[in-house]
T-cell receptor
Framework: NAGVTQTPKFQVLKTGQSMTLQCAQD?????MSWYRQDPGMGLRLIHY???????DQGEVPNGYNVSRSTTEDFPLRLLSAAPSQTSVYFC?????????????FGPGTRLLVL | AQTVTQSQPEMSVQEAETVTLSCTYD???????LFWYKQPPSRQMILVIR??????QNATENRFSVNFQKAAKSFSLKISDSQLGDTAMYFC?????????????FGTGTLLAVQP
């Protein structure tokens, strides 16, 4: 198993550009989520999904869009990048939701918006 | 709303010694879980240990153990026989049990340096 994979590892964008951060897992996990990590603030939940076709907003969803067409993939789209979206983005997955399933994190994508 | 506080931004310990990282949280919920995650320089988030709030017994995982004080809303991590590979950022996290999401609420982290 590759676990949770994320691409790209690092990306530089200009303000206003759009891009998609990819996340995939091969563990047949129902629950997937996106967090962003900013200095001095820990990780904060952006969006999450409890299964294919079902997504919902987390704590900081503005400026981001998600969809979940398959169990394996959960891409995060930046619609119009802003410098405030400079951060490290983590994708996480767990077997199910509503219980304390261990969440497995991807290696992160570092995004710099100029 | 739930909050998690880690009051020690940085800590240092000598190799083979013991160190304790502090974490307090605030919640009105009774069913929840607490976690410690480790983030080494590679940035990979790794689960170290977890504690179910309904269990009185403190969780242990090899050299890692917790001191869970539910009434005081305290959840500290003790690392025994510290190793150089323990150098990392450590995050305390809270998760409400039974909700529609597995949302983890993280503290701001404690950067631990293990000195040779």
């Amino acid at each position: 198993n590759a676990g949770v994979t994320q691409t790209p590892k690092f990306q530089v964008l200009k303000t206003g550009q759009s891009m998609t951060l990819q996340c995939a897992q091969d563990m047949n996990h129902e629950y997937m989520s996106w967090y962003r990590q900013d200095p001095g603030m820990g990780l904060r939940l952006i969006h999450y999904s409890v299964g294919a076709g079902i997504t919902d907003q987390g704590e900081v969803p503005n400026g981001y869009n998600v969809s979940r067409s398959t169990t394996e993939d959960f891409p995060l789209r930046l619609l119009s990048a802003a410098p405030s979206q400079t951060s490290v983005y983590f994708c996480a997955s767990s077997y199910s939701w509503g219980a304390a399933e261990t969440q497995y994190f991807g290696p992160g994508t570092r995004l710099l918006v100029l | 709303a739930q909050t998690v506080t880690q009051s020690q931004p940085e800590m240092s310990v000598q190799e083979a010694e013991t160190v304790t990282l502090s974490c307090t949280y605030d919640t009105s919920e009774s069913n929840y879980y607490l976690f410690w995650y480790k983030q080494p320089p590679s940035r990979q988030m790794i689960l170290v240990i977890r504690q179910e709030a309904y269990k009185q017994q403190n969780a242990t995982e090899n050299r890692f153990s917790v001191n869970f004080q539910k009434a005081a809303k305290s959840f500290s991590l003790k690392i025994s026989d510290s190793q150089l590979g323990d150098t990392a950022m450590y995050f305390c996290a809270f998760m409400f049990y039974g909700g529609a999401t597995n949302k983890l609420i993280f503290g701001t982290g404690t950067l631990l340096a293990v000195q040779p």
